[in-house]
């Protein structure tokens, strides 16, 4: 018999079951703060003027259209801020907006210093009809220049406003990944979008030009150009935070409101599981791993306006069984013995965090309507999500 198959599975629910309900867990706050620096955030710098689409970039991306994102901000020089999201304490991507871009007075130096070292992507969000660019284009060509490898993308935003009549309504399929853009497309649209394109031709720019709307617009999709940008950030940065950031189709059907709105959250602390778990930090361990797993159960039930009790939890473990239970705490745990590897460590940590927070997710769900899922549907759930973080991780540590 393998040594995993000894595991105690009651002994790991009852150790997390601890963790849930203790007060505090012991030494979490410090180790987090030991951590952090070492989880991977991956930085998107907006570059653009006021008002040209830069806050409904970051709701579209991020899923987070409930929020008031203008009080997450923070300042980081005198002239920028940056948002983390979905929290200071647990980011997951951060975004960096640079305020006053393109008027006389702006030098971007101090910006350069402060992402000099930190910044992944720049994203310069254009309103389609402003020909009055002359500040920013200026901003990125020195950017450009400071910093050659870091991938651009100009976001050429509010298309309706270029639409030929005001009850015209978006092209579909998307059109704008072909050049030159097929007849459907507005003559007088495409040739500011064109012209646009002429400011950037000298630097490896990719255009990805949408529509981010509100629902009482009368436009559809809401999320214009949102694959399409989805799929170029995903070219210019292959990353596992941003795979895991829009999510698997496997899971789409299961996300309620709850379920898009715990989303970050899961993805926050699956992050720094990984992280506790392939940085040889001291102390850090099962006892840290599961601590995080804690935090992420009170955020998740919060969410979705529950109570995390013993009888919920209990009930939920019984759901859930003893056979995921063996391979989720028991056989995965073991691999956070040093011998097996840190980076081995960290990708099983990170996965199991992942895909409990989204089997919780379901359980939860089933609870707010009275009807409980069965063991069935969690398995199939908590494996989907598991082998999702788990090949993207790996990408990531490979």
């Not at 871009?101 to 930190?118: F, I, M, N, V």
């Not at 003893?322 to 040093?338: D, M, N, S, T």
């Amino acid at each position: 018999m393998a040594i995993a198959d000894l595991w105690p599975v009651s002994w790991t629910w009852n150790r997390l079951g601890k963790a849930l309900f203790s007060p505090k867990p012991e030494g979490l706050d410090s180790k987090i703060e030991e951590v952090k620096p070492h989880l991977p955030v991956p930085v998107f710098w907006l570059l653009g003027k006021t008002q040209s689409g830069k806050t409904s970039l970051i709701r579209a991306l991020t899923g987070n259209d409930t929020a008031e994102i203008g009080n997450g901000f923070q300042p980081c020089t005198l002239t920028s801020r940056f948002y983390d999201f979905p929290s200071r304490s647990h980011p997951m991507i951060r975004f960096l907006d640079t305020r006053g871009l393109g008027e006389a007075t702006y030098d971007p130096s101090e910006d350069l210093a402060w992402c000099a070292g930190q910044s992944h992507l720049l994203l310069v969000v254009l309103r389609a009809l402003d020909m009055n660019q002359a500040g920013v284009v200026a901003a990125v060509k020195e950017i450009h220049a400071q910093h050659p490898n870091w991938p651009i993308v100009v976001i050429q935003t509010t298309l309706h406003e270029g639409y030929s009549s005001a009850d015209a309504v978006h092209i579909l399929p998307y059109p704008y990944q072909q050049t030159p853009f097929p007849a459907p497309v507005p003559h007088a649209l495409a040739q500011v979008l064109l012209h646009q394109r002429e400011w950037f031709k000298s630097l490896p720019v990719h255009f990805v030009p949408v529509d981010f709307t509100q629902a009482g617009d009368g436009y559809q999709p809401v999320d214009y150009g949102l694959d399409a940008l989805w799929e170029t950030i995903e070219i210019v940065l292959p990353d596992s935070v941003i795979g895991l950031l829009r999510g698997s189709e496997q899971h789409k059907e299961l996300l309620d409101f709850h379920a898009r709105q715990a989303h970050p959250h899961i993805i926050g602390y699956a992050l720094l599981n990984a992280g506790v778990a392939a940085i040889p930090v001291p102390a850090a361990g099962l006892p840290l791993v599961l601590a995080v797993q804690a935090k992420l159960f009170h955020s998740i039930a919060s969410i979705y306006g529950l109570q995390l009790t013993r009888r919920l939890y209990a009930e939920f473990t019984t759901l859930l069984g003893a056979g995921i239970g063996a391979g989720l705490l028991g056989r995965e745990l073991l691999k956070l013995v040093p011998v097996y590897g840190w980076a081995l460590a960290g990708v099983y940590s990170g996965a199991m965090t992942y895909a409990l927070g989204k089997v919780f997710c379901v359980y939860l769900y089933g609870v707010k309507r009275g009807a409980l899922p069965d063991h069935a549907t969690l398995q199939k759930v908590y494996d989907e999500a598991f082998a999702h973080a788990r090949h993207l991780l790996k990408t990531r540590n490979g």
